[in-house]
């Protein structure tokens, strides 16, 4: 299977490395053959190509960052994220602008057949009411006029972290048509409740009868590798035609959703 993925000597860079999902995602592309290159806001224990601490509420620090790894890079994962209980516009400073600087920051060092996937959430499902706003913020021209966006929105942003997984699903879809033309695919995955280190400001922050709710059907939470496993692949030569998508890694709840076989009246309050 690792010929097949075809990670070998490929230079990739995984965002959010310390922990979860991100710390899942670059251990496993390490036991492949990539040459990975982690940043993250603490220090990782994983034997990488290089580890760079990066504030991705910072520009400095993330092209700082990017200089120090420098090209060419096969692949980015865009695996870090704060939950909820912090201050709304860190979460949105991290989840998306972080995000979407970065990546507009690698880029450039990506050769055709590069691949770029990003993680959002069955939390960001209410994307699909309002395009046209996140179009808007998606398309202010740099880091600062979008940080007034959103400083002049906090109705919008409410706690910050469903937001931020709208924008990285349209995003994503935005983007994909303009890169692909640069050879270069983007995709993300839609992870549902995942046991990490996480879960517990999740849980200080919302019901467990939400959470819970959110597992429908499969009724547990997803590994972290279980959710590293789809990232993975995403940004491999077994999917060089997968590209603006947004792929489902919750254990059925949006096939249930979709045709009425899951109960989300739980998730609404109800």
């Known amino acids: 299977m690792a010929d097949l993925l075809n990670y070998a000597g490929k230079r990739v860079i995984v965002s959010g490395c310390f922990s979860g999902m991100g710390e899942a995602t670059a251990r496993t592309l390490v036991s492949i053959g990539a040459e990975v290159h982690g940043i993250d806001y603490k220090q990782t224990a994983l034997s990488l190509a290089s580890f760079t601490n990066v504030d991705l509420r910072d520009p400095a620090s993330i092209d700082a960052a990017v200089a120090k790894i420098g090209g060419p890079v096969d692949a980015l994962f865009n695996c870090a994220g704060l939950p909820q209980t912090f201050p709304p516009l860190e979460v949105m400073k991290v989840n998306f602008l972080g995000t979407k600087y970065l990546t507009e920051k690698v880029i450039p060092l990506m ?74 695919r983007i995709n993300c995955t839609l992870p549902g409740p995942t046991e990490t280190p996480m879960m517990k400001d999740f849980l200080s922050a919302t019901p467990e009868t939400v959470i819970d709710a959110a597992t429908q059907p499969i009724n547990r939470r997803s590994t972290a590798l279980e959710q590293a496993y789809p990232l993975i692949f995403l940004n491999s030569d077994l999917a060089s035609y997968v590209n603006g998508v947004v792929f489902p890694a919750d254990g059925g709840f949006m096939g249930g959703v979709t045709t009425g076989q899951v109960d989300i009246r739980a998730m609404m309050g109800g």
């Open 111 to 184: 050769r055709p057949g590069s691949a770029i996937a990003s993680i959002s959430s069955t939390a960001g499902l209410g994307w699909s009411r309002h395009v046209p706003l996140l179009i808007e913020l998606i398309s202010q021209p740099d880091y600062a006029t979008a940080l007034k966006w959103l400083e002049a929105h906090p109705d919008e942003v409410r706690e910050g972290y469903s937001f931020s997984k709208e924008l990285i699903t349209v995003w994503t879809m935005f983007v994909s048509s303009k890169l692909i033309k640069q050879g270069i």
